[in-house]
Structure formats: C-alpha cells, structure tokens
C-alpha cells in the first residue's frame, strides 16, 4: 500500500507541474492553440474526451479501449494501472500523429505548385497532341497553349498525368467538367498526323479538289483521321501542304547558286525581339519626316532640270540624238555599245555557245547575273514599244521595277537598267510617225 501511495503522489506532482506550464502558473483559463495536438487531461474520461476532440483535427487511426464487462467496477489499482498505460499511449499516440502531420502538409504544396499554370484546356491539347504525333518536340512546336511553356515543362507534365496518381486525378476532373463546346473546338485544333498527311499528299497538286473528294477520303479511312476532322479541315490543311511543296507529286527545286532568297521565316527569326520592343520615339519619327519630305523635294526638282542638264551635257560630249536610216526603228544606247532595233521584235539576254539571241547584253558590261533570255523588246501596230521580262531579276525602266513576267511601255529617252548596266532607248520618232499614219489609215479603210 505504501508503494501505490508514493507512485500516486509522484502521479499527482507531475501532473500539476504540467497544469502549473500549461496554465503559466497563474488561474487557470482556457486557452485555445493553434497546435492541433492538445495536453493530456487529469482522469480517464478527460482523456479520452481529449482523443475525441482531437480526433476531429487530426487524421490518424482511433486509438482501441480496452473492453470492460458490464456491471463490474474496476479496483482502484486497475485504475491507476489503467491510467498509467492510456498516458503513455496518449503521449505515443500524439508523437506519431504530430510526425504524420507535418509530413502530410508538405506534401500538397508539392503536388500541387503548377496546377495554377496549366489549365484543363492544355491538358486535353496535350493529350490529344501526343496522341496524334508520340512526340513531345512537335507538340511543343505545333501546339498554342495558354502560356508558353517550355519543352522541359511540356515533358513534365506528360509524366505527371502519366504516373503521379493525384495530378492525373485532378487534371481528370477538371477535363470532364469542359463544356462540350470548348471540347469540340479543342480537338478541332489536334495536330495532323503523319498518316493523315500521307492520305492527303497523294492528292494531286494540279487538280483543284472540292469538298466531297475529301468527305470520300474520311469515308474511306475513318481509321486513320481524327473524329473531329471535316472535309473544310482537311481541304486547308491540303491547301497548306501545297503552299509548302509537300505533296507527293511537287518536288522543290534547289536555289541557284548567288541568289539569295529570305523569306517570311527566316527574316523573323533574324529580327531581334528586343528591338520589336523598343518605346516609340515621335520626336524621331517627326525629324525622319520632314527629312523624307525635303528628299522628295529635292528629288522632284532635279527630276525637273534632268532635260535642260542633258542638252549641256550632250553638247560638251558630241552624244546627240543619232542619225537614223529608214531601215532602224529604235536604239539602245549604253556606255560602250549601241544596239539597233530593226525588226518589231528583238530578245535581250546573254549568248552563250548553245543559244543566241539578238542584243548581247554582254558586250557592254559583266553580266553574268542577267539570264540568257532576260527580255524581249515589241512594237504594236499602233508604234508603242513595250518590253517584257522573261528573267529571274527585274528590269528598272526610269527607275520602276518590272517583274518577270511583266511587261511596261518604253518612251523616248527611257532609262533601261538590267543587273546594274543602264542604257538609253531612243526611239526613230519619224519612221514611227509614218507608222502610225499608216496605221491610222488601215483603221479608217
């Protein structure tokens, strides 16, 4: 008796050296803490009200009573037995709730830091883009997300869907809960498959294909095309393979060596993106204004005295308008040679030892960027003299540029420039007067 009666005094002492730290030593007042592990309580019952209301905060397993046959009353040696082992397991109990705890709060900020960023919209394009192609690079190329994520992002959140259990959970839910309208229009926007582009490619480029040639090829292979593809769909993307040379029966031709072509592309991709960023500078703009205008100006003035400045110099040189038989129609003056136009017809280019032509370029300067047939040179029934190109570089007639392809009005004193030879055409104005009359009078017969 008197061993139970010093392990109750020792009881009693620790729990109020508890109470005294719990309460500050003071009245005890009821506190409320944000742990959500409380102190134990003084008796049996007060503890296990204590694991019921903790209980409600903290997720662990319920702690097992021990069973008691009804209508018997425990001694008060079992009790303080009792109370002793529902301590100690209070405490245990506690510890190992506090460690699961804390473990199970870091674990959310972990799954969940990029659920902000991708939205249920990117996740159905990224699905329904790795399924069309199996590779992440295209996607990351082909498809617009919401934001611009990289290729390393885009990799990881494949994996996430795949194989983390709460990402793949929640990105599923929230998939289902689109409207099927934003579904539509999202699997509308599914890349092409390299199927479905060889389908496609072996429709003829010089054929013009409507809409139900492309509604028989989904009929044919409703296996092989996307459930969202209509023959409208199908017909632009036919179109897009066109533009780029990829249909089976269109092959692109190698750029000729010297010739450097930049397209579209490659210039953007040459544009630095700092500089589309700059401010906009209004006084600099107003300054390159006025400047452009006082050019323009110039330009028009001297356009103006070009005339009266090329008497003075024809007359210090000799080079006056020349002498012309009845037999030429126009010339071609340059630098070193002058060409004679006798026939309605004559072709301009370079000679070369398999073909040649009437006027050799040549002869007047290096031109081995002129083509072999650069242009032909007409006169109508009517005496106006038009030239037309047939090569790669344009002709500058009075400094207007003409295509290939094209064709302009040459006048009296045109300036004709092919790959940087300039020459003079000057035209017989009598001969084509006479011409003309002519003309006139068969018109009137």
């Given at each position: 008796?008197?061993?139970?009666?010093?392990?109750?005094?020792?009881?009693?002492?620790?729990?109020?050296?508890?109470?005294?730290?719990?309460?500050?030593?003071?009245?005890?007042?009821?506190?409320?803490?944000?742990?959500?592990?409380?102190?134990?309580?003084?008796?049996?019952?007060?503890?296990?009200?204590?694991?019921?209301?903790?209980?409600?905060?903290?997720?662990?397993?319920?702690?097992?009573?021990?069973?008691?046959?009804?209508?018997?009353?425990?001694?008060?040696?079992?009790?303080?037995?009792?109370?002793?082992?529902?301590?100690?397991?209070?405490?245990?109990?506690?510890?190992?709730?506090?460690?699961?705890?804390?473990?199970?709060?870091?674990?959310?900020?972990?799954?969940?830091?990029?659920?902000?960023?991708?939205?249920?919209?990117?996740?159905?394009?990224?699905?329904?883009?790795?399924?069309?192609?199996?590779?992440?690079?295209?996607?990351?190329?082909?498809?617009?997300?919401?934001?611009?994520?990289?290729?390393?992002?885009?990799?990881?959140?494949?994996?996430?869907?795949?194989?983390?259990?709460?990402?793949?959970?929640?990105?599923?839910?929230?998939?289902?809960q689109l409207h099927p309208e934003a579904?539509?229009?999202?699997?509308?926007?599914?890349?092409?498959?390299?199927?479905?582009?060889?389908?496609?490619?072996?429709?003829?480029?010089?054929?013009?294909?409507?809409?139900?040639?492309?509604?028989?090829?989904?009929?044919?292979?409703?296996?092989?095309?996307?459930?969202?593809?209509?023959?409208?769909?199908?017909?632009?993307?036919?179109?897009?393979?066109?533009?780029?040379?990829?249909?089976?029966?269109?092959?692109?031709?190698?750029?000729?060596?010297?010739?450097?072509?930049?397209?579209?592309?490659?210039?953007?991709?040459?544009?630095?993106d700092a500089k589309l960023k700059e401010?906009?500078?209004?006084?600099?703009?107003?300054?390159?204004?006025?400047?452009?205008?006082?050019?323009?100006?110039?330009?028009?003035?001297?356009?103006?005295?070009?005339?009266?400045?090329?008497?003075?110099?024809?007359?210090?040189?000799?080079?006056?308008?020349?002498?012309?038989?009845?037999?030429?129609?126009?010339?071609?003056?340059?630098?070193?040679?002058?060409?004679?136009?006798?026939?309605?017809?004559?072709?301009?280019?370079?000679?070369?030892?398999?073909?040649?032509?009437?006027?050799?370029?040549?002869?007047?300067?290096?031109?081995?960027?002129?083509?072999?047939?650069?242009?032909?040179?007409?006169?109508?029934?009517?005496?106006?003299?038009?030239?037309?190109?047939?090569?790669?570089?344009?002709?500058?007639?009075?400094?207007?540029?003409?295509?290939?392809?094209?064709?302009?009005?040459?006048?009296?004193?045109?300036?004709?420039?092919?790959?940087?030879?300039?020459?003079?055409?000057?035209?017989?104005?009598?001969?084509?007067?006479?011409?003309?009359?002519?003309?006139?009078?068969?018109?009137?017969?």
């Open positions: 008796m008197s061993r139970s009666e010093d392990e109750e005094s020792l009881v009693v002492k620790d729990l109020k050296r508890t109470s005294a730290q719990a309460f500050g030593g003071g009245i005890p007042k009821r506190r409320s803490s944000s742990r959500s592990i409380k102190r134990k309580k003084f008796d049996d019952e007060l503890v296990e009200s204590s694991l019921v209301k903790s209980s409600t905060r903290v997720k662990g397993p319920p702690l097992m009573e021990p069973l008691r046959c009804p209508g018997s009353e425990p001694s008060s040696s079992e009790r303080r037995r009792s109370y002793m082992t529902h301590s100690s397991c209070v405490y245990s109990s506690y510890y190992l709730m506090g460690i699961w705890f804390v473990k199970k709060s870091k674990q959310p900020l972990h799954v969940t830091k990029d659920l902000g960023r991708w939205k249920p919209t990117d996740d159905l394009l990224l699905i329904n883009a790795v399924l069309q192609t199996t590779d992440l690079t295209s996607v990351h190329l082909g498809v617009k997300f919401s934001c611009r994520f990289t290729l390393r992002e885009i990799k990881e959140r494949w994996y996430s869907l795949l194989y983390d259990p709460v990402i793949s959970k929640l990105a599923w839910q929230a998939m289902r579904i539509a229009a999202i699997q509308s926007k599914a890349l092409f498959s390299q199927n479905e582009e060889a389908l496609l490619s072996k429709i003829g480029s010089t054929s013009q294909p409507k809409l139900d040639v492309f509604q028989d090829v989904l009929n044919k292979h409703p296996g092989v095309f996307h459930p969202s593809r209509t023959p409208k769909s199908l017909l632009v993307h036919w179109q897009l393979l066109k533009q780029y040379y990829l249909l089976d029966d269109q092959s692109v031709q190698p750029l000729p060596k010297g010739d450097q072509i930049l397209n579209f592309s490659d210039a953007e991709q040459m544009i630095d401010s906009r500078d209004d006084v600099l703009e107003n300054e390159l204004m006025v400047s452009d205008r006082h050019q323009k100006r110039e330009i028009r003035q001297l356009e103006q005295e070009l005339p009266r400045w090329q008497v003075l110099v024809d007359n210090i040189t000799g080079m006056s308008m020349p002498d012309f038989d009845n037999q030429t129609l126009a010339a071609l003056r340059g630098r070193m040679v002058r060409y004679l136009m006798r026939s309605r017809e004559i072709t301009l280019g370079r000679a070369t030892k398999d073909k040649q032509i009437d006027v050799d370029l040549s002869l007047e300067g290096p031109a081995w960027k002129i083509s072999r047939k650069q242009g032909i040179i007409k006169l109508k029934n009517n005496g106006d003299f038009f030239i037309v190109n047939e090569g790669r570089r344009p002709i500058y007639i009075d400094g207007r540029p003409v295509l290939s392809g094209n064709k302009w009005k040459l006048n009296n004193n045109s300036v004709v420039e092919i790959a940087g030879l300039r020459f003079v055409f000057l035209i017989n104005l009598e001969l084509i007067s006479l011409i003309k009359a002519e003309a006139a009078k068969i018109a009137q017969q």
